[in-house]
């Protein structure tokens, strides 16, 4: 399905963003809004949640309502169509992200992480993400070599700790409680040959029992806020902690309840309205 959502700039700028990192796949600017594409199954699943996404960000002030329209369109242009605007990313200093079926040439400076997005929960196009993997090659230590172990908290496509396995961290374990998600990240874990690095679990973050040097996670300032004890429960003394997935306003407040559970707020980053908060333990 070819979908059209009429909207104003304020909102296709956030909603692009939004969508990309909801559906797995790449949204195109078009006068007058975005386009993007999914299978006939996929929309006719998935219609009411597009609707509430658009919902939450349309109109901004001044703006009119938003509009979605859709049309059917043959199955072999459907899958072209969106492949065009999936393209190899970089991302901070070294990572290069790409989809599966594109061939990039080999190089010793670039850590290639190979993402099938259609079916992943995050793509390295959302400012999120991209704002946690610039932060993960923050956490080398001195000399070049990276803390040796890692938990993701809410893994999605498994983005994250294929870079953390890339950057060289030795023990990473994701958790998701969502089984598909989980079973999207081992598809892409082992795309990258990383399979012997990475531990999926389908679980919550209560149910790990380790403690680690690094935790990321990258979903939404109410979970965070709501796992705040758990979260900090699972750094070890002298680690670090990195937390995105949130808006610029709420920043505030999740920042207070971490630092309830005694960690010192030691950075702050931000890309577009979202923001990604640093701690140590």
């Not at 999926?200 to 149910?207: A, K």
Request: aromatic share 6%; glycine share 10%; charged share 25%.
């Amino acid at each position: 399905m070819c979908i059209d959502i009429i909207c104003g700039a304020d909102a296709a700028e956030i909603l692009a963003s939004e969508l990309a990192e909801a559906f797995g796949v790449s949204v195109e600017f078009i006068s007058g809004g975005l386009r993007m594409y999914l299978a006939a199954k996929r929309f006719a699943a998935e219609k009411e949640r597009l609707g509430r996404i658009v919902d939450s960000v349309v109109p901004q002030p001044g703006e009119a309502p938003g509009k979605i329209s859709f049309s059917e369109v043959p199955d072999e242009d459907w899958s072209r169509k969106w492949k065009e605007h999936f393209k190899p990313l970089s991302v901070g200093r070294r990572f290069l992200v790409t989809p599966t079926w594109e061939e990039v040439p080999r190089d010793p400076e670039r850590l290639i992480i190979r993402i099938d997005p259609g079916r992943a929960f995050g793509t390295g196009h959302h400012e999120t993400t991209r704002l946690c993997l610039e932060w993960l090659e923050s956490c080398l230590l001195h000399g070049g070599s990276p803390r040796g172990s890692l938990l993701d908290v809410g893994t999605g496509s498994g983005i994250l700790a294929i870079g953390a396995a890339l950057l060289g961290f030795d023990q990473i374990v994701g958790v998701d409680n969502d089984p598909e998600a989980v079973e999207t990240a081992k598809e892409n874990v082992l795309l990258n040959g990383l399979s012997g690095k990475i531990r999926l679990l389908c679980s919550t973050p209560e149910e790990v029992e380790d403690q680690f040097d690094v935790v990321v996670s990258n979903i939404e300032s109410g979970p965070l806020i709501r796992m705040a004890r758990t979260i900090s429960s699972r750094l070890r003394e002298g680690g670090r902690l990195g937390l995105s997935g949130i808006l610029a306003e709420q920043a505030d407040q999740v920042c207070a309840e971490y630092e309830k559970m005694g960690l010192a707020p030691v950075g702050r980053s931000s890309a577009g309205e979202w923001v990604l908060l640093a701690f140590a333990k």
